[in-house]
């Protein structure tokens, strides 16, 4: 809710585009507005002022935004010049190659944290030390309270809470305003990790789009004659080789629209579309009862619109079938960078760039554009279409300027097109393509990177962090896995004996059994944690372990799962903490999956008896106890 204050009063504002090469310092900082791409703009003038307006920000009739409301009074130097210090930041961000949506989710989330701050009593939060470290702790609180009230979601207030204090060490250089804060852990359970689409749906919309793609760019740039005939992939199966293109609104006709001439009316029954040629005025009339002067007029008409056409390498038909290819290209684009949409529609081009090689098999693209550098990498074999495009686009344009590498995809209102646009087009042709979203591209793509390279190079080319590709899109497609599955249910069946069945040469241990102790042997496949018999977690990725299907065991293994929970907060370092910890609570979970195969009530009554009464096994009873006596946990 907007907070009205009669002392507050309009202030002069002015747009700043970040991302331009041009300094900060010769600004007004309490005037400045952050313009993004498309019309986004950010009032971070506004946190000059301790007292301001707060909701959203205004706009005038003409839908420009004119900044909130402050009061003149409460203007703070020492305030500005952090805030000069964020603008600053935000620039360098953009030009180090972060894409404008990241940035302004980045710093609609600080100004977030700030309106909170300036009206909880922490309005000193920007100054650094204990003031920062203050500020962040309670928002960390607030962020607690609002998940336990169920208005925010767990895995969205530790995103929250780690945007903040990102922000704080990357663009005010502040490092320690997460020092011992007892932070918001994301749940990777209820985290969505995106599983890219089956091959056979990644091959039917990538061989659609390549034909579309290098048919109509061919026809365009070639300036080839109506009718034309565009090649399609096998995977349709039609009679017919291939769809025939005129210079009508109903440039195609598919053969499911041709069953029984069904969808033929007048002025498109002089057009055959099925062999690419004009019908005589005998086979309009024996169709259907015509009358015969319109049959010749619909013949007249359609031998002058593809004279027309043909005479016009730039007519309208031709400009509408090339946003068909651009379309179909984006698509392509997006499967092989594995950018999301948000990426593509606002990547800024300028005619010149440039190709390196930074990684073999890539071709990195670099170009300039409004006084940023662009940076993306393609792999080898995509750069002859790349560089096709571009003279499709120059094309399109037709002696115009787009800012934007794909000049189609934002109208002249600053609207962007949508994923789903693309495939309403392409089902024209194939009404049961299957709809595959960016980041289940992404998702391929990553797939294929981690197969082929290593995840670290995977993380290089998506321009993301490791964690988070590990996290989100290492999932691999279905069938892929397949055979994966089938190995890995192997190897926890084998490792889950059934209750009562003697083991020779066993030792006991603090999660289950060994059959060959201090001769530890990884599982097959399994991780890149090391088995060690020094450790009882160790025990855990050995191919000597085995658990037995009852009470006893069960008891073990939740235990040990409770332990580590409850330490969790000892690892300041999610990524640490993911690496370390997360493989050894999903080894657990597997193996209490298998045994509830077994006994699942067993398993159930065991869980609340430990998760709940805290009915630990006396191992890691004694171990907790000892957790607690150094204050480690409460």
């Known amino acids: 809710m907007t907070h009205v ?14 991302g331009m090469e041009t ?5 007004h900082t309490e005037r400045v507005m952050l313009s993004f791409e498309h019309g986004k703009s950010i009032d971070i003038g506004a946190l000059c002022y301790l007292s301001r307006e707060t909701g959203v920000q205004r706009r005038s009739r003409g839908g420009s935004s004119t900044g909130r409301k402050v009061l003149l009074e409460s203007y703070s130097k020492t305030r500005a010049a952090k805030i000069r210090q964020v603008i600053e930041g935000v620039a360098k961000e953009l030009k180090s190659g972060y894409s404008s949506v990241t940035v ?17 009593g922490h309005s000193t939060a920007l100054d650094g030390g204990d003031c920062a470290k203050a500020a962040v702790r309670s928002y960390v609180a607030y962020l607690r309270e609002r998940i336990r009230a169920g208005t925010m979601s767990n895995n969205t207030g530790a995103l929250e809470q780690g945007t903040v204090i990102s922000f704080f060490a990357s663009v005010l250089d502040v490092d320690d305003a997460a020092h011992g804060l007892n932070a918001l852990s994301a749940d990777s359970k209820s985290q969505q990790v995106t599983t890219p689409p089956c091959e056979d749906s990644q091959a039917k919309v990538l061989s659609l789009c390549k034909s579309l793609f290098e048919g109509i760019t061919s026809f365009l740039l070639e300036n080839r004659p109506y009718p034309y005939r565009l090649s399609l992939p096998s995977y349709l199966a039609w009679s017919e080789e291939g769809l025939w293109v005129f210079p009508t609104k109903r440039w195609c006709m598919a053969p499911h629209e041709r069953g029984a001439n069904l969808s033929l009316t007048r002025p498109y029954l002089a057009y055959d579309y099925a062999n690419g040629r004009l019908r005589s005025l005998a086979e309009i009339l024996s169709m259907a009862d015509r009358n015969k002067n319109d049959a010749v007029h619909d013949i007249e008409r359609a031998e002058r619109l593809i004279a027309a056409a043909n005479l016009d390498p730039f007519s309208t038909q031709r400009q509408q079938l090339g946003k068909l290819a651009l379309y ?6 997006t499967a092989q960078t594995g950018m999301n949409w948000a990426q593509v529609v606002n990547l800024p081009w300028g005619d010149d760039y440039l190709v390196g090689t930074e990684r073999q098999k890539f071709r990195a693209i670099k170009s300039r554009a409004g006084g940023r550098e662009v940076f993306f990498e393609i792999p080898a074999g995509f750069l002859p279409s790349f560089r096709t495009y571009l003279k499709l686009r120059d094309y399109l344009l037709n002696g115009g300027r787009c800012e934007f590498l794909f ?19 392409l089902r024209i042709i ?3 393509l299957p709809m595959v979203k960016s980041m289940q591209w992404r998702a391929a793509k990553s797939d294929w990177l981690i197969r082929n390279t290593d ?16 996290a989100s899109y290492a999932a691999g497609s279905a069938t892929g896995h397949l055979d994966e599955m089938t190995n890995f249910l192997d190897r926890v069946s084998a490792a889950v004996v059934r209750a009562g069945q003697p083991i020779e040469n066993s030792t006991d241990r603090a999660v289950g059994t060994c059959t060959s102790v201090d ?32 009470e006893r065991d069960t008891r073990k293994l939740l235990s040990c799962q409770y332990c580590i929970r409850r330490t969790s907060s000892m690892f300041k370092s999610e990524e640490k903490f993911q690496q370390t910890v997360s493989p050894v609570l999903g080894r657990i979970q597997q193996l209490l999956d298998e045994i509830g195969r077994t006994d699942e009530p067993m398993v159930k009554r065991i869980t609340h008896e430990v998760l709940e009464e805290g009915e630990l096994d006396s191992y890691w009873a004694s171990t907790m106890a000892m957790f607690i006596e150094l204050g480690v946990v409460q």
């Not at 204050?5 to 970040?18: E, G, H, I, L, S």
């Not at 995840?455 to 590990?470: D, G, W, Y």
Request: charged residues 20%.
């Open 5 to 18: 204050n009669p002392a507050y009063v309009t202030r002069p504002v002015v747009k700043y585009d970040p």
């Open 23 to 27: 300094s900060a310092t010769a600004l």
């Open 104 to 120: 302004a989710f980045r710093l609609r989330s600080f100004v977030a944290f700030m309106e909170w701050a300036d009206a909880n």
């Open 328 to 333: 179909a290209f984006t698509l392509l684009f």
């Open 407 to 425: 000049s189609d995809l934002v109208s002249y209102a600053g609207r962007l097109a949508t994923f789903d646009e693309l495939f309403r087009r």
């Open 430 to 432: 194939d009404p049961h």
């Open 455 to 470: 995840i670290a190079t995977t993380a290089l080319v998506l321009q993301n962090s490791e964690r988070t590709v590990a």
């Open 519 to 550: 001769k530890p042997n990884p599982i097959p496949g399994a991780t890149t944690i090391t088995p060690d018999c020094k450790e009882p977690e160790g025990c855990l990725f050995c191919d000597k372990f085995k658990v037995h299907a009852d």
